[in-house]
């Protein structure tokens, strides 16, 4: 679940100008170290040969006489960040676990400067991960469940990337997933792409299985919709008094609404009563 989202917001000035590969770290499975905040780079691959050790930030590896030699790193505590410029410039990695060999994430016998960053965890132990800056670059927030509104993690509207690192997801410009939303089965650097940089305020996990194909709602048109599915017509929207899935009633949950009017064909809901399940919706 999530934790403090403080803790994992970071808007340093310094991190906005960070580039972050979207590569796989050299290792998984398992948590990251949890001890005292420390690395210690090698000059081999799999944490041989020549060692130097970091507890804190360290802008110019020229001057402790490291400067593009580490070819694996030990993490024992806290979140990094390595770059292959000095002063955190050029590309940068977050890392918050060892990697035994830097060239799977294309930073072998390239690193010149090493910060640790105040998050929990990095972005590749989440689920999902959102940028504030494209390339997978600036501040970031990392979930591994849905998140009906951003504006509770001060990110709303704020996201130019996205990673996604295990499953698929529904990323939306509005609250309660409603408005325009794609479907996103792997990482995108450029939101822009799909029309939603700047614009997510809303993301969840879809389930093809569950869920079936995505299919992209169509907006409301004044034309009146023919075939309601058990719901009463209006001139723009459709009212379900008692909307009900394999003929069974709908928690209402966070977003349940708009679901389900999607799952009709619709494009939003609307409205719906307040209550334990879903009644009274209106669909446009």
């Not at 402790?64 to 590309?91: E, H, L, P, Q, T």
């Amino acid at each position: 679940m999530f934790t403090s989202a403080l803790s994992r917001l970071l808007l340093a000035a310094g991190l906005a100008a960070a580039a972050i590969s979207p590569m796989a770290f050299a290792q998984r499975g398992g948590g990251a170290p949890s001890g005292p905040p420390g690395i210690t780079l090698y000059s081999d691959t799999n944490l041989r040969g020549e060692a130097v050790e970091l507890t804190g930030d360290q802008p110019n590896f020229n001057t402790i006489r490291f400067n593009d030699k580490a070819r694996s790193i030990d993490v024992r505590g806290g979140v990094w960040m390595v770059c292959a410029d000095g002063n955190y410039k050029g590309r940068c990695e977050y890392i918050d676990r060892s990697v035994r060999n830097l060239g799977e994430i294309g930073l072998s016998g390239a690193i010149s400067s090493a910060k640790r960053v105040p998050y929990d965890k990095g972005p590749r132990s989440y689920d999902i991960a959102l940028f504030a800056d494209g390339n997978y670059g600036g501040a970031f927030v990392g979930f591994d469940e849905g998140v009906a509104d951003l504006s509770q993690y001060r990110f709303n509207d704020t996201a130019s990337s996205i990673m996604i690192n295990r499953g698929d997801w529904l990323v939306c410009e509005h609250a309660d997933y409603r408005g325009q939303c794609e479907l996103l089965e792997a990482s995108t650097g450029n939101l822009s792409s799909i029309g939603l940089n700047d614009k997510i305020t809303s993301f969840r996990r879809y389930d093809v299985r569950r869920e079936g194909p995505w299919r992209r709602p169509i907006p409301p048109v004044t034309g009146p919709v023919q075939d309601t599915r058990g719901g009463f017509q209006g001139e723009q929207t459709v009212f379900f008094p008692t909307p009900t899935t394999n003929g069974r009633r709908i928690n209402d949950g966070s977003g349940a609404a708009t679901r389900f009017c999607q799952s009709m064909g619709f494009y939003e809901a609307v409205y719906k009563a307040p209550g334990p399940v879903l009644s009274d919706v209106v669909c446009r």
